[in-house]
T-cell receptor, first 113, second 114 residues
Framework: TQLLEQSPQFLSIQEGENLTVYCNSSSVFSSLQWYRQEPGEGPVLLVTVVTGGEVKKLKRLTFQFGDARKDSSLHITAAQPGDTGLYLCAGDTSGGGADGLTFGKGTHLIIQP | GAVVSQHPSRVICKSGTSVKIECRSLDFQATTMFWYRQFPKQSLMLMATSNEGSKATYEQGVEKDKFLINHASLTLSTLTVTSAHPEDSSFYIC??????????FGPGTRLTVT
């Protein structure tokens, strides 16, 4: 069973600060997705990274896929209260998306105004 | 685009009864659909993978006779929890894959078994 270690599990910071969430594994992933989930709702896809070393930006969010495709990070610049939520990384080892995703335990992020 | 719906959003049933949950891809044909379960304060755990017209593939530890999956068309998959018990109470979420790497998730179904 593949294991995705996500850290930190909980993070509470002030508005305007920067933060980084990490997702690590001993397994190689063909792709890795980042999701955001609100309470009582399904996860919403933020980004998919496929190529080792890939960096993608989504406004104030920067996603990076490790060169060996075993780890990823999410960096948020100048966090805002609207960024509060559960962030999940999920990896796919199937090589084409045919298999289900292995999820990390998630990072509960609270941005205080 | 890539919208997935689930019905019902919430269901309460008595122990011993069966409950069916529907998952639909509204604006695309899903080659594969997946069912996940999420307990409070925990992450999503894959239960099964479903391809249209074929039998579902279940993850280790998931009882195929208890969680019946039917993938009748490229836009509809159903999960039936048979003889439900209180320990089956959970948040059930489906996802659908259009053909690429991405999976698009439904809004989830909160099942409470009394």
């Amino acid at each position: 069973t593949q294991l995705l270690e996500q850290s930190p599990q909980f993070l509470s910071i002030q508005e305007g600060e920067n933060l980084t969430v990490y997702c690590n594994s001993s397994s190689v992933f063909s792709s890795l997705q980042w999701y955001r989930q609100e309470p009582g709702e399904g996860p919403v896809l933020l980004v998919t990274v496929v190529t080792g070393g890939e960096v993608k930006k989504l406004k104030r969010l920067t996603f990076q896929f490790g060169d060996a495709r075993k780890d990823s990070s999410l960096h948020i610049t100048a966090a805002q209260p609207g960024d509060t939520g559960l962030y999940l990384c999920a990896g796919d080892t199937s090589g084409g998306g045919a298999d289900g995703l292995t999820f990390g335990k998630g990072t509960h992020l609270i941005i205080q105004p | 685009g890539a919208v997935v719906s689930q019905h019902p959003s919430r269901v309460i049933c008595k122990s011993g009864t069966s409950v069916k949950i529907e998952c639909r891809s509204l604006d695309f044909q899903a080659t594969t659909m997946f069912w996940y379960r999420q307990f409070p304060k925990q992450s999503l755990m894959l239960m099964a993978t479903s391809n249209e017209g074929s039998k579902a593939t279940y993850e280790q530890g998931v009882e195929k006779d208890k969680f019946l999956i039917n993938h009748a068309s490229l836009t509809l998959s159903t999960l039936t929890v048979t003889s439900a018990h209180p320990e089956d109470s959970s948040f059930y979420i489906c996802s659908a894959r259009q053909g690429g790497y991405e999976q698009y998730f439904g809004p989830g179904t909160r099942l409470t078994v009394t």
